[in-house]
């Protein structure tokens, strides 16, 4: 159990195209998501934390009008790179956690590639 | 800041052989501690993880992780390695949110 299913895996898009990567939890719900950037020979960054039903919240330096987060419900995130630019170009991934309450392990989604032309 | 080290960037391992990957993290305060792995073309799993209780972590496949406080390390272990063991490795670390090593990449010649 606990399958994040996240699509698409790969976009090319050219320089001004908004993008949406959706994230779904398959058979699970999961009120709080994350959205990761990882950039090539880096960490995994933070970008967001998204709960359902409420506003994202975002890590210091990320654009929240560039990287729009929804968690319309239970099972599904989504992060829409709005108006992507090649700096965008990067490694998305996201989480989700199973289970509400502390120490809950996160499950992730298996990343999608952005390049932006 | 909060960050997370991990020593190791490369490990290249006969199978069989013993391992050892190590992690440090920069946070004075309680943590919660994970050791994620990543298989060739699939998405990251946790391996193990440690939130409180005895510092020494069993996790899946044989690998174990031991917490020690005192030098803010919570390093990776697996006595026999197998081929089947070459991935990335992640540490990530939870204090007010999860803050992530650089991980480490394994190739277990067979």
């Known amino acids: 159990g606990a399958v994040v299913s996240q699509h698409p895996s790969r976009v090319i898009c050219k320089s001004g195209t908004s993008v949406k990567i959706e994230c779904r939890s398959l058979d699970f719900q999961a009120t709080t998501m994350f959205w990761y950037r990882q950039f090539p020979k880096k960490s995994l960054m933070l970008m967001a934390t998204s709960n359902e039903g409420s506003k994202a919240t975002y890590e210091q330096g990320v654009e929240k009008d560039k990287f729009l987060i929804n968690h319309a419900s239970l099972t599904l995130s989504t992060l829409t790179v709005t108006s992507a630019h090649p700096e965008d170009s990067s490694f998305y991934i996201c989480?989700?956690?199973?289970?509400?309450?502390?120490?809950?392990?996160?499950?992730f989604g298996d990343g999608t590639r952005l390049s932006i032309l | 800041a909060q960050s997370v080290s991990q020593h190791n960037h490369h490990v290249i391992l006969s199978e069989a052989a013993s391992l050892e990957l190590g992690c440090n993290y920069s946070y004075g305060g309680t943590v919660n501690l994970f050791w994620y792995v990543q298989y060739p073309g699939q998405h990251l799993q946790l391996l193990l993880k440690?939130?409180?209780?005895d510092p020494l972590v069993k996790g899946i496949k044989g690998f174990e992780a031991e917490f020690i406080k005192s030098k803010f390390s919570f390093n990776l272990r697996k006595p026999s390695v197998q081929w089947s063991d070459t991935a990335e490795y992640f540490c990530?670390?939870?204090?007010?949110?999860?803050?992530w090593g650089l991980g480490t990449s394994l190739a277990v010649n067979p």
């Open positions: 990530a670390v939870e204090c007010c949110k999860l803050i």
């Open positions: 440690y939130f409180s209780g």
């Open positions: 989480s989700a956690e199973r289970d509400s309450g502390p120490n809950q392990p996160q499950h």
